[in-house]
């Protein structure tokens, strides 16, 4: 397995931008589809976007299109999701995932998990 480690998160006003990165350590970062989820409270993760190995095929959820951005670097071992125009709905705390495979979108797809950091958007 991987060892993810996210950072970035904290509390920002709506309207907003927060970046966060993802490192990955462990195995070969490029033989990994890498995704963005979140949890709000009493509520189930859900996915925020995801990218595939090489970078090329990206989904997003509706509720980010068009706001959020996922890249990552593979000769760093980093995933980063820039989020721009941040509403209060989209609090929760953001997890970064890894998937030793081919693109996926669910979180049940994804196979090692960092611990989580919180973003929370003041209205």
């Known amino acids: 397995q991987v060892q993810l480690v996210e950072s970035g998160g904290g509390l920002v006003q709506a309207g907003g931008s927060l970046s966060l990165s993802c490192a990955a350590s462990?195995?070969?970062?490029?033989?990994?589809?890498m995704g963005w989820f979140r949890q709000a409270p009493g509520k189930e993760r859900e996915t925020v976007v995801t990218?595939?190995?090489?970078?090329?095929?990206?989904y997003y959820a509706d509720s980010v299109k068009g706001r959020f951005t996922i890249s990552r670097d593979n000769a760093k071992n980093t995933v980063y999701l820039q989020m721009n125009s941040l509403k209060p709905e989209d609090t929760a705390v953001y997890y970064c995932?890894?998937?030793?495979?081919?693109?996926?979108?669910?979180?049940?797809?994804?196979?090692?998990w960092g611990q989580g950091t919180q973003v929370t958007v003041s209205s």
């Open positions: 995932a890894a998937r030793d495979g081919g693109a996926a979108t669910t979180p049940a797809s994804f196979d090692s």
């Open positions: 462990g195995r070969t970062f490029s033989r990994y589809t």
């Open positions: 990218i595939s190995r090489g970078g090329v095929y990206q």
